[in-house]
């Protein structure tokens, strides 16, 4: 190939880069409504490369586990289509439900239900005897104190309370695999699970405070070869879970998981 070829490859495609940068800046000044979609993306975009470049965590790439997975073809069951503004997103429900799919638990323990919208993956893609727990604020919850609650939090929170009877396990037969719990995840009584937990989810409250008890939580309650997972290591929204997870990554080895804003740990992976 003849360098000009080359070069005129690349103008061409500056020039397709700034007619759609145009077209959308005009697109989203008659539909404001989608320059919130597109600076979501944007920005989720540039929070996942800020892992990369600030982020104390190793690339799960790395990993042995990683290796396997990538090795053979994994057809996880996720829903990519409904996808809520607090739920996991698309690319991070495949990878969620890929890796129960691979690693095959015979327990689960997740902390922030929500919806139920990860529980149900968790139900999907493990095996038909895996147990899988879930803890969330209970319905009559009132908080002691706002400030261990950011904005985003309060109103999960808010939303989560209305949503229990509607959580998308409710009609679901394979809802039988679910457990649920209520508590505030920093008083809850985690004891009668530790070392027996092959996955443990993060999601609840975000602050450093309870981020930190949840991973001691979790610690606690993992078996020899289990997995914690946790959700929001980003930067933008939830700068604490950023800050604690890079300090933690000093005392274990902590891997990030690109495209998504999962922090992974195994002692085995
Ligand atoms: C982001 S949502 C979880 C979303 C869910 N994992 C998904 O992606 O489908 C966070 C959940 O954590 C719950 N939560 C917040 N603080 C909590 C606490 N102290 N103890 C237990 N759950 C808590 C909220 O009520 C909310 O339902």
Redesign the pocket.
Known sequence: MSSSTKISWYLANLRNLLVVCVRVFIYCCIHPREFYRLSFYFFSTLNEFYQVSHGALEDFEKTRLCAQMKSHMILARSNVFNAEA???RPS??QTLAALVCHLRPRTIF??????????L?FAYNSPDDCKVYT???PPDFELEDER??SYD?LM??E???K?IARRVYKQDPLGRKITELF????K?DFSPYYGKMDVI?I????SYR?VES?TGNAFRMLSPNGVIVW??YDYIIHRDVFKYLNSLARRHRIYAIRHTRFAIYGKNI
């Open positions: 607090f739920v996991t991070e429900t997740e902390i922030g239900t929500y919806n139920g919208f990860t529980t993956h803890l969330d604020l261990n609650y939090d999960v929170v939303l989560s309370k949503n508590g505030d995840s920093e809850f989810f999601d609840g409250n975000h309870y949840d959700h929001d």
